[in-house]
């Protein structure tokens, strides 16, 4: 648990907590219920947080949609979180007060394993998630935090100020978008082609932009979200046909490729082209993972020998990446807020998820579990 200086206020009296909160359960594919539920009870240990705001992340779309093995029906789903203290724990009162804002990254590892040691505990084997297996997500009016979510979890206190709680509810999307270009080694003067102009290759843009990208493309096969990427801050934004990317190619790398190659993309074409646009020495990161039933992919690996490129992927993030994000949020060297396209009450998130899969205009839309 990590904090960001700032006054914080108080609350009202913890024992005002009602017995029973609204939540959206997820029931199997394409069923999502609005319920009373009752609001967990904490021990010593824990915490309860009022949920302020949850973003609908890509991932919830697809599971619900698909289904996975980690979201069973039953569960409360959401994990892009910011909320506010209402109840403490006896062993918590000195790291906690009331009012006091938070967000939440996704996965809360271990705390203990090799992984988690070393600074990788995105790669934990014994992780849990927020709105997976953990007991509860951002989709219900309270959440409790364990032990384990407060000592190892990805937890960052807020201070009161003019940004929304909507905004914060973007660190963990920022977050995963850290943790995969710090792992790209981006630095200043490098240029680097982004796959895909969803929210994420959008705030791929604007965090490669910050870390000092001197040029920056962003491309996609929709022209809806290419008309939505004008907020990206990249200086190209382009269909992601051969012939554009060899345009950009040929007119602003001098023929030799970009240095980074992000694939913010679910599709295999993407991850197919993203070795022809590289330069020698380049990176290319396979940020968006695939569906099961992709297959295999097949590309010509002599280019990968031959240009000495570095292939890698990676996934979410760490407490420490989630920390950076809430910074760069709360110290506005990124702007989010231009994401959210809507905010919606509990009662209306199975049209917000219907929203998302058919119009992609529709960028981020953040959940109110309060109206």
């Known amino acids: 648990m990590s904090e960001l200086k700032g006054e914080c206020s108080t609350m009202e009296q913890?024992?005002?907590i009602p017995q029973t909160m609204k939540a959206v359960v997820f029931k199997g594919i394409d069923q999502l219920q609005l319920e009373e539920v009752p609001t967990p009870q904490i021990s010593e240990d824990d915490?309860?947080?009022?949920?302020?705001s949850c973003s609908i992340c890509g991932s919830d779309v697809r599971i619900i949609s698909n289904g996975y093995h980690r979201v069973p029906p039953g569960t409360i789903m959401g994990h892009e979180i910011a909320g506010t203290v209402v109840k403490i724990g006896d062993n918590q009162k000195n790291k906690f007060s009331f009012g006091q804002r938070i967000c939440l990254g996704a996965d809360i590892p271990c705390g203990h394993c090799t992984w988690c040691q070393t600074g990788s505990s995105n790669n934990c084997k014994n992780t849990i998630a927020y709105g997976h297996e953990y007991p509860g997500g951002g989709f219900a009016q309270y959440m409790k935090l364990d032990k384990r979510s407060i000592d190892f979890g990805p937890l960052v206190l807020l201070p009161h100020n003019d940004l929304s709680q909507d905004e914060?509810?973007?660190t963990e999307p920022l977050?995963?978008?850290v943790n995969g270009l710090e792992y790209c080694n981006m630095s200043i003067g490098k240029t680097i082609l982004i796959f895909g102009a969803g929210p994420l290759g959008i705030l791929?843009?604007?965090l490669a932009r910050t870390m000092g990208a001197s040029f920056i493309t962003l491309c996609d096969i929709d022209p809806d979200r290419l008309n939505?990427?004008?907020i990206s801050e990249a200086d190209q934004i382009v269909p992601s046909t051969d012939e554009a990317l060899k345009k950009i190619v040929d007119k602003h790398t001098q023929?030799?490729?970009f240095d980074v190659v992000i694939t913010a993309c679910p599709t295999m074409k993407a991850q197919e082209q993203?070795?022809?646009y590289t330069k020698n020495r380049g990176v290319i990161n396979f940020f968006g993972g695939l569906p099961q039933t992709a297959g295999n992919l097949s590309f010509p690996s002599n280019i990968l020998h031959y240009k000495e490129i570095t292939l890698l992927g990676s996934h979410g993030s760490t407490p420490r990446h989630n920390q950076i994000a809430a910074e760069m949020i709360l110290h506005k060297k990124i702007y989010v807020k231009d994401l959210l396209s809507q905010t919606v009450p509990l009662e209306q998130l199975p049209k917000a998820i219907q929203d998302l899969k058919t119009d992609k205009t529709n960028l981020k839309i953040t959940v109110r579990p309060w109206g």
């Not at 915490?47 to 302020?52: E, T, V």
């Open 175 to 177: 977050a995963c978008c």
């Open 228 to 230: 939505a990427a004008t």
């Open 204 to 206: 791929m843009a604007k």
């Open 47 to 52: 915490i309860l947080i009022r949920i302020d």
């Open 14 to 16: 913890q024992n005002q």
């Open 274 to 276: 993203s070795i022809h």
């Open 168 to 170: 914060f509810a973007l």
């Open 255 to 257: 023929g030799e490729g």
